[in-house]
């Protein structure tokens, strides 16, 4: 049972953004919130009729289904109309069979369980209304009616709604008069073809079981000149919303799917509370005027029509314009990316909630986590991590409906949005452009960071290294003859080729990734530049006001923070050199950098060649990945096993430093790192230090590196 203080109904749908669910599913919440109850509703995007592999796994975010957390369901039978998922479906309601269950629809060959509870509202009593209008406020005798498949049962019910209507008014029911199709466009064009082309009479009116119906007859009479209803008035059934796009305008009627929704959640809580469903009468409909009856529309109902018109045009905007998906394919990171998409969150229509949902190993190519990383889109606060089944860790405030809409890949579930709003609504197809940006964006990112992907690709370009997608030798030459002299620098930053204990390939190029990514982060101005030109060698082309000291230590201070390269490789294997270009050829820059590795390689080795290198080497590892320890000195002469006064002198002669002045330096180095990278406060950045008063930190910063704290970050932005 779910730790939530109110009930959770879940409501099982296919194609939430179709405006028959949205009423059904306005209605669901705003009676669930009257009744403090909270909504999950289970929905896919596409919802195709076949089977379709490509989408299959969008229909993985119905297992949560399973989870214990629902009190009850309520399923909208009729929007699934796929076979393979109406059986996935039960499957998984059988699991569930101390649930009571509300089903919406009419019920359907193989898709049945005996604890479904159906209500609808009545298609016989609705097309009674709409005969009965075209009678009794019109004065008409001869009506058709077009109905859809003649073996499904909604079909044969609303002729007989047709039928009761015509003879309650005295008028003979004829069979020649009832024409059957299948509930769209084509059906009502074809119909308009028998009236013109004179193979039927043009009767008084022709009534059509839905309004797609409706639209192909009435685009049909337009092209060919017919008047309507001059010619002959036409209803419609279902309104579905687009009459502003057909001609004229179309009277049309609709079922109460919002006062069927509410009556779900009631029954539903009837059936919680005393153990039994109350009665159920089927809503009555409504007749939307319009003007092919002759009744004319209705100036509210205009007004309405145009606002969702507006609404979506808006949103059609910002979808087709949005540079979203261009910045989401920038991103390295998760962070980066959730980042990007709260800049966006513009583009979700008057949503009170967002979250970005993934399973725990979502990059992965077949994810198989039972656990979620839970990332809200519309503020900036920490991931929230639960059991897939225990979602209502993230419900919160007052009651809400929350909408489980899929993120996938190809056949790959990688978690799912979660979306809410603080009133009875729903989001529409709009939606679905914004989700597929965010699942399509999300997959390259996995690529940019699937070390089997990079080391697999083909290099694109002749200028570019095929491991970390910089620049080659030959990219940075012609970069370097391109680019602005003026305080110009090119740094040097060299690794080893490999470590002494001979790691695996796929680690160490885990550690050059990581390591690329810190010299990224060194080139973080517009115009800088970086390469990998050999297997060994990064190059920086940096615009900098400093020397190259500072330089040197700057990227040495970043590098040392990336824990991959770190562990496999250590504080001791690599150099750092600068120099300035001013207006000297490539060629000259290299000649100067490499003599200048000469010489950091030749220190080094007499730092190796110290008798108690291997021992001290350890020792600054430890200091260096884990600075904010060091203020205790007990502990730092601890990590050695001889005297204080001894370990001091040959930390002195080994490295040229005293070991406390290296434990200053490899903190002022995280710092260093956090300033460039966070936007965190300097007093938080004091404290992941390692220091308790956040002054000194201030005063030791300033004496280490020449600059206060708020000067260094200002330098790197």
Same mark, same amino acid.
């Given at each position: 049972? +779910?730790?939530?203080?109110?009930?959770?109904?879940?409501?099982?749908?296919?194609?939430?953004?179709?405006?028959?669910?949205?009423?059904?599913?306005? %209605?669901?919440?705003?009676?669930?919130?009257?009744?403090?109850?909270?909504?999950?509703?289970?929905?896919?995007?596409?919802?195709?009729?076949?089977?379709?592999?490509?989408?299959?796994?969008?229909?993985?975010?119905?297992?949560?289904?399973?989870?214990?957390?629902?009190?009850?369901?309520?399923?909208?039978?009729?929007?699934?109309?796929?076979?393979?998922?109406?059986?996935?479906?039960?499957?998984?309601?059988?699991?569930?069979?101390?649930?009571?269950?509300?089903?919406?629809?009419?019920?359907?060959?193989?898709?049945?369980?005996?604890?479904?509870?159906?209500?609808?509202?009545?298609?016989?009593?609705?097309?009674?209304?709409?005969?009965?209008?075209?009678?009794?406020?019109?004065?008409?005798?001869?009506?058709? *009616?077009?109905?859809?498949?003649?073996?499904?049962?909604?079909?044969?019910?609303?002729?007989?709604?047709?039928?009761?209507?015509?003879?309650?008014?005295?008028?003979?029911?004829?069979?020649?008069?009832?024409?059957?199709?299948?509930?769209?466009?084509?059906?009502?064009?074809?119909?308009?073809?028998?009236?013109?082309?004179?193979?039927?009479?043009?009767?008084?009116?022709?009534?059509?079981?839905?309004?797609?119906?409706?639209?192909?007859?009435?685009?049909?009479?337009?092209?060919?000149?017919?008047?309507?209803?001059?010619?002959?008035?036409?209803?419609?059934?279902?309104?579905?919303?687009?009459?502003?796009?057909?001609?004229?305008?179309?009277?049309?009627?609709?079922?109460?799917?919002?006062?069927?929704?509410?009556?779900?959640?009631?029954?539903?809580?009837?059936?919680?509370?005393?153990?039994?469903?109350?009665?159920?009468?089927?809503?009555?409909?409504?007749?939307?005027?319009?003007?092919?009856?002759?009744?004319?529309?209705?100036?509210?109902?205009?007004?309405?029509?145009?606002?969702?018109?507006?609404?979506?045009?808006?949103?059609?905007?910002?979808?087709?314009?949005?540079?979203?998906?261009?910045?989401?394919?920038?991103?390295?990171?998760?962070?980066?990316?959730?980042?990007?998409?709260?800049?966006?969150?513009?583009?979700?229509?008057?949503?009170?909630?967002?979250?970005?949902?993934?399973?725990?190993?979502?990059?992965?190519?077949?994810?198989?986590?039972?656990?979620?990383?839970?990332?809200?889109?519309?503020?900036?606060?920490?991931?929230?991590?639960? +059991?897939?089944?225990?979602?209502?860790?993230?419900?919160?405030?007052?009651?809400?409906?929350?909408?489980?809409?899929?993120?996938?890949?190809?056949?790959?579930?990688?978690?799912? *949005?979660?979306?809410?709003?603080?009133?009875?609504?729903?989001?529409?197809?709009?939606?679905?452009?914004?989700?597929?940006? *965010?699942?399509?964006?999300?997959?390259?990112?996995?690529?940019?960071?699937?070390?089997?992907?990079?080391?697999?690709?083909?290099?694109?370009?002749?200028?570019?290294?095929?491991?970390?997608?910089?620049?080659?030798?030959? %990219?940075?030459?012609?970069?370097?003859?391109?680019?602005?002299?003026?305080?110009?620098?090119?740094?040097?930053?060299?690794?080893?080729?490999?470590?002494?204990?001979?790691?695996?390939?796929?680690?160490?190029?885990?550690?050059?990734?990581?390591?690329?990514?810190?010299?990224?982060?060194?080139? %973080?101005?517009?115009?800088?530049?970086?390469?990998?030109?050999?297997?060994?060698?990064?190059?920086?082309?940096? #615009?900098?006001?400093?020397?190259?000291?500072?330089?040197?230590?700057?990227?040495?201070?970043?590098? +040392?923070?990336?824990?991959?390269?770190?562990?496999?490789?250590?504080?001791?294997?690599?150099?750092?050199?600068?120099?300035?270009?001013?207006?000297?050829?490539?060629?000259?820059?290299?000649?100067?950098?490499?003599?200048?590795?000469?010489?950091?390689?030749?220190?080094?080795?007499?730092?190796?060649?110290?008798? #108690?290198?291997?021992?001290?080497?350890?020792?600054?590892?430890?200091?260096?990945?884990?600075?904010?320890?060091?203020?205790?000195?007990?502990?730092?002469?601890?990590?050695?096993?001889?005297?204080?006064?001894?370990?001091?002198?040959?930390?002195?002669?080994?490295? %040229?430093?005293?070991? #406390?002045?290296?434990?200053?330096?490899?903190?002022?180095?995280?710092?260093?790192?956090?300033?460039?990278?966070?936007?965190?406060?300097?007093?938080?950045?004091?404290?992941?230090?390692?220091?308790?008063?956040?002054?000194?930190?201030?005063?030791?910063?300033?004496?280490?590196?020449?600059?206060?704290?708020?000067?260094?970050?200002?330098?790197?932005?």
């Amino acid at each position: 049972m +779910h730790q939530n203080a109110r009930r959770i109904f879940g409501v099982i749908t296919a194609s939430a953004a179709d405006i028959e669910q949205r009423e059904v599913l306005r %209605g669901i919440i705003r009676k669930a919130q009257q009744e403090n109850i909270d909504t999950a509703v289970l929905s896919n995007i596409y919802n195709p009729s076949e089977t379709e592999p490509l989408l299959s796994a969008e229909n993985g975010i119905y297992d949560l289904i399973l989870s214990e957390e629902f009190d009850g369901f309520i399923l909208l039978s009729e929007s699934i109309i796929n076979p393979d998922l109406q059986k996935n479906i039960l499957n998984h309601l059988r699991k569930q069979s101390h649930v009571p269950i509300v089903v919406i629809g009419t019920p359907l060959p193989y898709f049945v369980l005996p604890q479904f509870f159906f209500i609808n509202t009545s298609d016989e009593a609705d097309l009674e209304d709409i005969t009965s209008h075209l009678i009794e406020q019109h004065g008409m005798t001869e009506i058709h *009616i077009l109905t859809g498949y003649k073996e499904i049962q909604a079909s044969g019910k609303r002729v007989e709604g047709y039928r009761r209507a015509l003879e309650s008014h005295g008028i003979p029911y004829q069979e020649k008069n009832v024409f059957y199709g299948n509930f769209w466009l084509n059906s009502g064009q074809e119909q308009a073809q028998k009236y013109i082309s004179g193979a039927l009479a043009f009767p008084q009116a022709l009534i059509c079981c839905n309004d797609y119906m409706a639209y192909g007859f009435l685009d049909e009479c337009i092209m060919q000149d017919i008047p309507i209803p001059e010619k002959t008035a036409v209803i419609g059934y279902e309104y579905i919303r687009e009459r502003r796009y057909h001609s004229p305008l179309l009277t049309t009627y609709r079922r109460n799917r919002q006062a069927l929704g509410e009556e779900a959640v009631r029954l539903l809580t009837e059936k919680l509370n005393s153990g039994t469903y109350g009665t159920f009468s089927p809503p009555k409909g409504t007749l939307i005027p319009g003007d092919t009856c002759g009744c004319g529309a209705e100036i509210q109902d205009i007004k309405r029509e145009i606002r969702d018109m507006q609404t979506k045009s808006k949103y059609d905007f910002l979808n087709l314009f949005s540079q979203l998906e261009q910045r989401l394919t920038e991103c390295r990171t998760i962070e980066e990316f959730t980042a990007k998409c709260r800049d966006f969150r513009f583009m979700i229509r008057e949503a009170d909630k967002l979250f970005l949902c993934l399973y725990e190993d979502w990059y992965e190519e077949k994810p198989v986590s039972e656990h979620m990383v839970c990332y809200n889109l519309l503020s900036d606060e920490a991931p929230i991590l639960y +059991h897939k089944q225990e979602f209502s860790a993230i419900f919160r405030g007052k009651s809400a409906p929350y909408y489980f809409c899929p993120l996938f890949f190809a056949q790959c579930l990688l978690g799912y *949005i979660i979306l809410s709003f603080d009133h009875p609504d729903t989001f529409d197809h709009i939606f679905r452009n914004w989700l597929k940006s *965010i699942s399509n964006s999300l997959e390259f990112l996995c690529m940019k960071n699937d070390i089997r992907y990079l080391t697999q690709c083909q290099n694109l370009s002749e200028q570019r290294d095929t491991l970390t997608g910089m620049y080659n030798e030959k %990219g940075m030459r012609n970069a370097y003859q391109s680019a602005d002299k003026h305080q110009l620098f090119l740094t040097a930053l060299q690794i080893p080729e490999k470590n002494t204990s001979g790691m695996k390939e796929a680690d160490r190029i885990s550690a050059v990734l990581d390591c690329a990514e810190a010299v990224r982060q060194f080139c %973080g101005n517009p115009g800088d530049i970086c390469g990998k030109v050999t297997e060994t060698m990064f190059l920086c082309l940096v #615009h900098s006001p400093n020397d190259t000291v500072f330089l040197e230590r700057h990227l040495s201070a970043i590098l +040392h923070q990336h824990m991959t390269y770190m562990q496999e490789f250590g504080t001791d294997s690599f150099f750092c050199c600068a120099v300035p270009c001013h207006m000297r050829s490539y060629a000259e820059c290299h000649a100067e950098y490499t003599e200048q590795l000469v010489q950091k390689m030749k220190i080094r080795t007499e730092q190796q060649n110290h008798p #108690h290198y291997k021992e001290l080497h350890q020792i600054r590892n430890q200091i260096w990945l884990n600075p904010e320890a060091t203020f205790n000195s007990e502990e730092v002469y601890a990590l050695y096993s001889g005297s204080k006064g001894y370990f001091r002198q040959i930390y002195r002669q080994c490295y %040229g430093i005293t070991i #406390h002045d290296d434990c200053t330096s490899a903190r002022v180095a995280r710092a260093q790192y956090l300033l460039t990278v966070t936007v965190l406060s300097i007093s938080e950045i004091a404290r992941q230090c390692g220091y308790a008063d956040s002054k000194y930190f201030m005063r030791q910063f300033q004496q280490e590196t020449g600059f206060t704290a708020v000067q260094y970050r200002n330098m790197m932005r």
